[in-house]
């Protein structure tokens, strides 16, 4: 089993920063991918951003510029740093993960309990 443990959300003015950070542990042989998501009240979830194992990070237009993704690989950890928020940026945040438990599974995707961002104008 799998468990991804988020932190840092919380309520910040138009502008502001927060760090959001999400640490993977349990059976894990490597991970392949780990992103974040964001889902508003009454709208669907949609991607952050992601950052692949060896490949190229990946943003939603509507952050590039201003969020920055990042991941420790030895913590199996992952990071976004949110700078220039707006009050559209308001969501639950979800941690995403593909995990190879071991040597001879497949990928299992994994999600976060969620963290509130609010952002006030």
């Known amino acids: 089993q799998v468990q991804l443990v988020e932190s840092g959300g919380g309520l910040v003015q138009a502008g502001g920063s927060l760090r959001l950070s999400c640490a993977a542990s349990g059976s894990i042989f490597s991970i392949n991918a780990m992103g974040w998501y964001r889902q508003a009240p009454g709208k669907q979830r949609e991607l952050v951003a992601v950052v692949p194992s060896g490949g190229r990070t990946n943003y939603a237009d509507s952050v590039k510029g201003r969020f920055t993704i990042s991941r420790d690989n030895a913590k199996n950890t992952v990071y976004l740093q949110m700078n220039s928020l707006k009050p559209e940026d308001t969501a639950v945040y979800y941690c995403?993960?593909?995990?190879?438990?071991?040597?001879?599974?497949?990928?299992?995707?994994?999600w976060g309990q969620g963290t509130q961002v609010a952002v006030s104008s």
């Open positions: 995403n993960a593909l995990v190879v438990p071991t040597r001879l599974s497949g990928v299992y995707d994994y």
